[in-house]
Nanobody
């Protein structure tokens, strides 16, 4: 089993920045079997969507709406994935969820609220 704990959300003005963190914990076998970690978001009245993900080898993938503004990174020594969000826009407002995928399993964090407003 894998547990994911997010942190770093909050209220920020348009144009501002936030950094989200997600730490994975669990058995050594479970942690080492994680293939990819990522961030999803869900705004009120909308479906959950992929923001960015990163494989264990460091390959990244971004939603078109965040390319050039967000950066995902991963510290395997700390079992932690980060999402650096710059030039935030009101439409980035959502609950952001951390995700970890391994063969046969998908794990989710509890979510952290990001609100972009003046």
């Amino acid at each position: 089993q894998v547990q994911l704990v997010e942190s770093g959300g909050g209220l920020v003005q348009p144009g501002g920045s936030l950094r989200l963190s997600c730490k994975a914990s669990g058995s050594i076998f479970s942690i080492n079997s994680i293939n990819a970690m990522g961030w999803y978001r869900q705004a009120p009245g909308k479906e959950r969507e992929l923001v960015a993900d990163i494989t264990s080898g460091g390959r990244t993938n971004y939603a078109d709406s965040v390319k050039g503004r967000f950066t995902i990174s991963r510290d395997n020594t700390k079992n932690t994935v980060y999402l650096q969000m710059n030039s935030l826009k009101p439409e980035d407002t959502a609950v952001y969820y951390c995700n970890a995928a391994r063969i046969g399993y998908v794990h989710w964090g509890q979510g952290t609220q990001v609100t972009v407003s003046s």
